[in-house]
């Protein structure tokens, strides 16, 4: 963003930068919280993910507010235009990544209370992918580096190839009836990981978008250049 002299409008953009990472080290959090509950079997760090899912809520009604309040007051244009804008697209995807995280903790609150199964080691490498891909988009964000938020599609893929591993490894563990139900929650849990990857790329390819004013989204659904 450009320094303003106008001391008001420099002030809501920087507060709208602090509450977009404030946000962001949240879910961070709730994600990190909620993969040791599954892993630990510990159901009340799990609820404490889940009691945090208020706070992401009130975060993204505040910043979506600050970024009406900027639009409508500031008339912002070049790239305070397409940083307001990353804003309240970006809002959205941190907020739904807020609920997978929520989700991944419902789900290890559910087997923590069954007998134990261990976790596929797919999952381990997934979440471990998830929590490093998260960061390095909020990363990039604070740089305004698009090459890095660019390398984070390669990662996604690498996410997708582990999901479809555990859904192949939880079905075959499915031919043992007494497993059935607990294999069905890792197979959620892995997708609600999967979906954490697909929002992250999000914002990846929004960070490009702010950092450039180009919309790498879609590649492969675009007209052809004229």
């Known amino acids: ?106 789900r290890a609150s559910e087997l923590s209370a069954e007998p134990p199964l261990p ?3 797919a999952v381990a490498r997934m979440a471990a992918l998830v929590q490093t891909m998260l960061h390095q988009a909020l990363d990039a964000f604070v740089r305004g580096d698009a090459d890095a938020a660019g390398a984070l599609a390669s990662r996604d893929d690498e996410v997708d190839a582990l999901y479809v591993e555990v859904f192949g490894r939880e079905l075959d563990a499915m031919r043992d009836p007494a497993v059935i139900q607990r294999a069905l929650r890792q197979i959620f849990l892995a997708k609600n990981l999967e979906r954490l990857g697909d929002h992250i790329q999000n914002l990846a390819e929004m960070v490009i978008f702010m950092a450039q004013g180009k919309d790498v989204r879609h590649p492969h659904s675009r007209d052809p250049e004229p």
């Open 1 to 106: 963003m450009t320094t303003h002299t106008d001391r008001e409008y420099e002030a809501d953009l920087h507060l709208l930068r602090e509450r977009l990472l404030l946000m962001g080290g949240i879910v961070e959090e709730m994600i990190r919280d909620a993969l040791t509950a599954a892993i630990e079997r510990d159901a009340a760090l799990a609820q404490a993910v889940i009691d945090r899912d208020r706070e992401v809520n009130r975060a993204e009604v505040e910043i979506d507010r600050l970024c009406l309040k900027i639009l409508a007051l500031r008339q912002p244009a070049a790239s305070d235009l397409r940083f307001v804008t990353f804003a309240l697209k970006a809002v959205t995807d941190v907020e739904r990544i807020g609920d997978l995280a929520v989700n991944v903790a419902q």
């Open 119 to 121: 976790l596929p080691p």
